[in-house]
Every structure is written in C-alpha cells, then in structure tokens.
C-alpha cells in the first residue's frame, strides 16, 4: 500500500512538473495565434463573401489599414452588396 502511495505520488509531482514546463511554451503559442489572421489574400475574403451571399463577386480591394478587404458582389436578384471582411477575425459587416 505504501509503495502505491508512493508512486501515485510521484506520478503526480511528475505531472505537476511536466505542466509547468510546458506552460510557457503554450502561452506562447496561444499569444501567437491570437495575432494570426483570418483571412490572408483577397481570394480568401472572396470565397468567404460568395459562401455567405451566393451571387457573382465584382471587387475585392484590400482596406487602407490593412484591417481587412472590401467586396463587391452581384447576388442572383441582381442587388449590389458591400461588404466589409475582418482579416483579424474573419467577420462580414455590412
């Protein structure tokens, strides 16, 4: 029993090390993925428009903060619609 109290033990004070070393290296790698964007090229914001809209695309240009790209597209009942996609989260406003 006592040998058994001692290896859970010892499993767990290994576990709790393992944890603590590999915790910076998730922090790490959550910060970096909180930067990365969403969207990456005016194709992508595109396809993402077209998916949601359906319809023809007719323009894509990217913002002047390079915060994102604003599409032009012609939906099948002929309306126009503008919108904005985040490149940092990957929302269409607008």
Same mark, same amino acid.
Do not use: C, E, P
């Given at each position: 029993m006592k040998v058994l109290s001692f290896i +859970? &033990? &010892?499993a767990l004070l #290994?576990?709790?090390v393992e944890l603590q070393a590999y915790q910076p290296v998730m922090y790490a790698q959550a910060k970096?993925?909180?930067n990365?964007? !969403?969207v990456t090229s005016a194709s992508q914001a595109a396809h993402l428009v077209k998916s949601r809209f +359906? #319809? !023809?695309v007719l323009k894509v240009s990217k913002s002047k903060g390079n915060t994102g790209y604003?599409? !032009?597209l012609v939906k099948k009942? +002929?309306?126009v619609v503008s919108v904005f996609v985040d490149a940092?989260? #990957?929302k269409i406003k607008g």
């Open positions: +859970g &033990m &010892m #290994g576990f709790s970096a993925n909180h990365q964007l !969403k +359906g #319809g !023809k604003r599409v !032009k009942n +002929g309306h940092k989260t #990957g």
